[in-house]
């Protein structure tokens, strides 16, 4: 078979030699890192996965039984728009760029690296958790997640290999050199060295920190740099899946903690308290905030400037796209004390970006708390302030407690146990993570999802083990 045809693809790609034979050399090395780094021990077991086939709205979305490493991963980007402009910025209206701008290459080679980094470390993340699987659905849930990360990094290895030339395509080895949590060569960003090996880690991970990757996608899904603009867009349409993961399984986890908490000790029921469940989220969405950058950025001024990264919703909130002459005010630390700073706002766009983030999450606390809610629950979930344990911008090297007041070293130290899980907590949530693989049953520490795939009953048998 012709490798234009093993890689499903709207891009002209039997018409393009250069990149065919660059894909060409990457393609077994990918295939290679599946294999050592992809799910372990379920490689050769049929998953009931989707497959995107092409971008239309139908048939983009393909539902078949696949063993992972014959899915097929493809490049697929949103058609093109033959009219589209740079929407913000300084060169705001002129034609959107189809090549990489000189000045900007560095900057936006450094974006598509990040980015596409995150896509396979997360794999390796997660390449045990299907041997302790709360149940088939949720198997089948981490596998969609896995493969469609996969094909995240064929997105951006596919922008590397056709726009950056030989740098792009030493990138593209690279990322499948590095390995998630590897003192030597580790992934780039400390949320993806981070260990996630517990669903209860996975879901606060795909709820949290994949939430990262959709606003990071949605403001390059409007960049001026066209390309990058229709691969991210494109993304988007298999990101949501994997947020629906993240939200429905922290959901469903606290949905069964709330009624186990009305027989008795959650703990001795083997559920996982409440308290447990709140240090959880406040490491991932604390590590999960760094992954905006600097609240204070020249970075994020430029690429705005530039065209090439712009606000969320960019086109559908803003009348004005310059966003110059405006102020942002942001408190920081000064001399000990948290005092207000105002900014220019395109300084500021990181942490705008963060905000439209914080609310996103705030709407699925809302949910979560309504689950405890109806079990006759007054205990609440919150968000921590987004000050507290940072290691990324104005905050990082100060101490705060959970509702964001400047504390000492030594009071965050005596406290920390309190507002992060603790050697002890996971080693319990390890203790109950035990495969549950028979079609239609579930763990004990999580409620059933309220339907299954695609329309199917939760009963289903979504791998064939
Ligand atoms: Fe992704
Ligand atoms: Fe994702």
New binding site residues.
């Given amino acids: 078979m012709e490798l234009y045809e093993r890689i499903p693809n709207n891009v002209n790609l039997s018409e393009d030699k250069g990149l065919l034979r660059a894909l060409e050399k990457w393609l077994p090395n990918y295939l290679s890192w599946w294999r050592e780094m992809g799910p372990e021990g379920f490689q050769e077991k049929d998953v009931y996965l989707r497959t995107a086939v092409s971008v239309e709205p139908e048939g983009w979305a393909h539902f078949d039984y696949v063993k992972m490493p014959d899915y097929r991963w493809g490049i697929f980007l949103k058609p093109a728009d033959a009219d589209a402009r740079v929407g913000f910025g300084d060169h705001l209206g002129q034609p959107a760029y189809q090549e990489v701008p000189g000045e900007f290459r560095n900057a936006l080679r450094r974006i598509i690296v990040t980015q596409g980094d ?2 396979p470390a ?1 794999v390796e993340q997660q390449r045990q958790l299907g041997k302790t699987c709360p149940s088939l659905y949720d198997m089948r849930n981490l596998f969609q997640v896995n493969v ?2 996969g094909r ?1 990094l064929w997105a951006m290895v596919y922008l590397l290999q056709k726009y950056f030339g030989r740098d792009g395509r030493e990138e593209a080895e690279a990322m499948l050199e590095r390995r998630s949590g590897n003192p030597d060569k580790p992934r780039i960003l400390e949320a993806f060295n981070q260990p996630c090996d517990d669903w209860l880690n996975l879901f606060c991970f795909t709820m949290f920190t ?1 939430r990262d ?1 959709k606003y990071q996608l949605a403001a390059l899904a409007e960049s001026g740099f066209e390309p990058l603009a229709r691969t991210c867009q494109f ?1 988007l349409t ?2 949501a899946h ?1 947020l629906f993961v993240g939200e429905t399984g922290v959901g469903r986890v606290v949905k069964r903690t709330a009624q186990l908490m009305k027989e008795g000790d959650v703990r001795e029921l083997g559920g996982i308290p409440l308290d447990i469940i709140q240090r959880y989220i406040n490491f991932w969405f604390s590590y999960s905030l760094d992954l905006f950058g600097g609240e204070i950025s020249s970075n994020s001024a430029d690429f705005f400037a530039a065209g090439l990264k712009g606000r969320y919703q960019e086109q559908k909130k803003y009348t004005e796209h310059s966003a110059a002459n405006e102020i942002f005010t942001l408190m920081v630390v000064e001399d000990g004390h948290l005092v207000p700073r105002e900014i220019p706002l395109r300084n500021a766009l990181n942490e705008v970006l963060r905000g439209e983030y914080v609310r996103d999450c705030e709407r699925a606390m809302k949910r979560w708390n309504k689950y405890l809610e109806d079990e006759g629950q007054t205990e609440q979930l919150y968000l921590p302030s987004t000050r507290f344990h940072r290691h990324v911008g104005e905050y990082a090297g100060h101490y705060f407690d959970v509702e964001g007041n400047l504390i000492t070293k030594d009071e965050f130290e005596r406290r920390r146990n309190e507002w992060l899980p603790t050697t002890e907590d996971r080693e319990y949530v390890r203790s109950l993570m035990h495969a549950v693989t028979e079609p239609g049953k579930i763990a004990n520490w999580i409620a059933p999802p309220t339907a299954g795939i695609k329309g199917l009953p939760f009963e289903f048998e979504y791998v064939r083990l």
Avoid: A
Wanted: proline share 0%; charged share 50%.
């Fill in positions: 995150t896509e997360s469609e990360e995240h994949d990757g993304m298999e990101e994997h």
